[in-house]
């Protein structure tokens, strides 16, 4: 039997938890109920074997739950939530393959449960190349309209999640995407904008920065470092702040808030993931950071960028 034959047949006996009148696996099309007045919000991301990831070094669970969990972290940039997700896989020839198709569903959705996203769909093929695993999620505003990276006014805080930095050492792997944060954070503040940083913040910061038109002034001394950062600092030499500032893949949210709302928000958070303070948008187009010493110097992008 043909792998995609096979991985069809496993399919149809794995449940996923769907509304009632909506339909996911098994017919020509996914089918969803949807509110009128709701926006549909849609991401897409593909990871490859040795570009993203090395098939050797992961198991196929962490694999599609990686490719799923990328996408997550883009719906929660938007601060809205998950409706469901297309997994598409590319699979290398040969006997391990229906296994790899097995692990990456269900790595994929497992996190999906947990998310409220269940896999509506997706399709399957084989090639004598290497592994590419595409995932579509399509999600929904529940409240207002989607967080933009374009709103950030001067004088605005800027605000993360979470740790930042280290993340190759283990948590680009098995990051939590910020959606309950997202949501949260949008129920206790006016968010101006908002972003996942995928490359880096001096790489993301400054796309976000563009989209609003406005400049910004970062301080390292602020930057909440993960215990990665600074054990990448040892072996690196460089301090753990430039390690937060410019590693990619936390898959944390950078946002932006009112100046007048900065404390409230701080004060208001209860939630266990961390929000920290970490500089102020300004007026014109130059981005800055206050080093160590408060020396105010051009943030050069240095982060990593698949581009
Ligand atoms: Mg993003």
Same mark, same amino acid.
């Given at each position: 039997m043909l792998v995609e034959q096979a991985f069809l047949k496993y399919l149809a006996t794995q449940q996923q938890t769907l509304s009632p009148d909506s339909i996911g696996i098994g017919d020509d099309a996914a089918v969803l109920s949807w509110q009128a007045d709701q926006k549909l919000v849609v991401? %897409?991301?593909?990871?490859s074997d040795e570009t993203d990831f090395?098939?050797?070094d992961?198991?196929?669970q962490q694999i599609g739950r990686k490719a799923l969990a990328i996408n997550l972290s883009d719906i929660a940039a938007m601060a809205c939530e998950p409706v469901g997700a297309l997994v598409t896989l590319l699979l290398p020839q040969g006997e391990t393959s229906l296994d790899l198709a097995k692990g990456i569903y269900e790595g994929a959705a497992q996190l999906g449960q947990t998310y409220g996203c269940p896999i509506l769909g997706g399709d399957t093929n084989s090639w004598p190349g290497k592994l590419a695993v595409s995932v579509t999620v399509l999600g929904r505003?529940?409240?207002?309209t989607p967080l933009l990276r374009s709103g950030a006014q001067p004088?605005?805080?800027?605000f993360v999640t979470g740790t930042l930095g280290g993340s190759i050492l283990g948590d680009h792997i098995s990051f939590h995407p910020r959606i309950r944060?997202?949501?949260?954070?949008?129920?206790?503040?006016?968010? %101006?904008?908002?972003?996942?940083?995928?490359?880096?913040i001096s790489i993301d910061l400054p796309r976000l920065c563009e989209r609003s038109g406005v400049g910004a002034e970062i301080d390292v001394r602020l930057l909440p470092i993960s215990d990665a950062a600074r054990q990448m600092s040892q072996t690196t030499g460089k301090p753990p702040w430039w390690h937060a500032l410019n590693d990619g893949e936390d898959f944390e949210l950078l946002f932006t808030v009112p100046a007048a709302e900065a404390d409230s928000l701080q004060a208001q958070w209860t939630e266990a993931t961390r929000v920290t303070k970490i500089g102020t948008m300004q007026p014109g187009t130059k981005l800055y950071l206050l080093d160590e010493s408060g020396q105010r110097l051009p943030l050069k992008p240095e982060g990593f960028s698949h581009k």
């Open positions: 991401c %897409t991301d593909l990871i090395h098939l050797a992961v198991t196929p505003c529940p409240v207002g004088g605005d805080a800027i944060e997202a949501i949260r954070l949008r129920e206790i503040c006016g968010l %101006t904008a908002g972003m996942d940083i995928s490359d880096g």
